[in-house]
């Protein structure tokens, strides 16, 4: 456990508010001619997923905590929850709606490594790779002469069925780079 200052707060810290971890998200500090400044603050939840807005006194000191990461590769899915391995072939499961978001990318035995944050012994929170190389499954043929200005077109992603607009160019078969933190096709991988 540290010791922080609500000023010197950060994206990517993590406090304890509450008994609970909560990550910061947004700090940003106000400051009032007649008042004190104060710190808003934007916090998820580590355990419950729960997103608050919270303010503090400049100087407030807060519990910090320090998590542990380790990599590993998301291996299979099991109701209701996500199974990643580490190097060691030591399984963690992840509850399936702490990670809804990241779904839409998990296949089986990929692998991409994967950062899976812990606390106190339980596996919390997952983070992808910036960018994943995934299959298109299905996608429209170009249509040849199509001057409507049209540049994008929907693409199925192979096993995860999850859709998003790719390039004209992209194919059936191809594979694609996505970038995980925008959810956006970023090109065709050769």
């Given at each position: 456990?540290?010791?922080?200052?609500?000023?010197?707060?950060?994206?990517?810290?993590?406090?304890?508010?509450?008994?609970?971890p909560?990550?910061?998200?947004?700090?940003?500090?106000?400051?009032?001619?007649?008042?004190?400044?104060?710190?808003?603050?934007?916090?998820?939840?580590?355990?419950?997923?729960?997103?608050?807005?919270?303010?503090?006194?400049?100087?407030?000191?807060?519990?910090?905590?320090?998590?542990?990461?380790?990599?590993?590769?998301?291996?299979?899915?099991?109701?209701?929850?996500?199974?990643?391995?580490?190097?060691?072939?030591?399984?963690?499961e992840?509850?399936?709606?702490?990670?809804?978001?990241?779904?839409?990318?998990?296949?089986?035995?990929?692998?991409?490594?994967?950062?899976?944050?812990?606390?106190?012994?339980?596996?919390?929170?997952?983070?992808?790779?910036?960018?994943?190389?995934?299959?298109?499954?299905?996608?429209?043929?170009?249509?040849?002469?199509?001057?409507?200005?049209?540049?994008?077109?929907?693409?199925?992603?192979k096993?995860?069925?999850?859709?998003?607009?790719?390039?004209?160019?992209?194919?059936?078969?191809?594979?694609?780079?996505?970038?995980?933190?925008?959810?956006?096709?970023?090109?065709?991988?050769?």
């Open positions: 456990m540290s010791v922080k200052i609500a000023s010197e707060l950060q994206s990517g810290n993590v406090i304890i508010v509450e008994n609970s909560v990550v910061v998200q947004k700090a940003q500090i106000s400051k009032s001619g007649r008042n004190s400044a104060v710190v808003k603050v934007r916090t998820k939840n580590l355990m419950t997923n729960r997103v608050s807005e919270l303010i503090f006194k400049a100087d407030e000191k807060l519990e910090g905590v320090m998590l542990d990461k380790k990599e590993c590769t998301y291996s299979y899915s099991a109701p209701p929850n996500h199974v990643f391995v580490d190097a060691e072939f030591n399984q963690y992840i509850d399936a709606e702490s990670i809804t978001d990241l779904e839409k990318y998990l296949i089986p035995d990929m692998t991409d490594i994967c950062e899976v944050t812990f606390y106190e012994g339980r596996s919390i929170s997952v983070v992808l790779p910036k960018t994943i190389i995934r299959e298109v499954e299905y996608t429209e043929p170009v249509v040849r002469g199509d001057t409507s200005g049209k540049i994008s077109k929907t693409a199925v992603l096993h995860t069925k999850h859709e998003l607009q790719v390039s004209a160019f992209v194919e059936i078969g191809d594979n694609i780079e996505i970038d995980t933190v925008t959810n956006e096709f970023k090109r065709r991988c050769t």
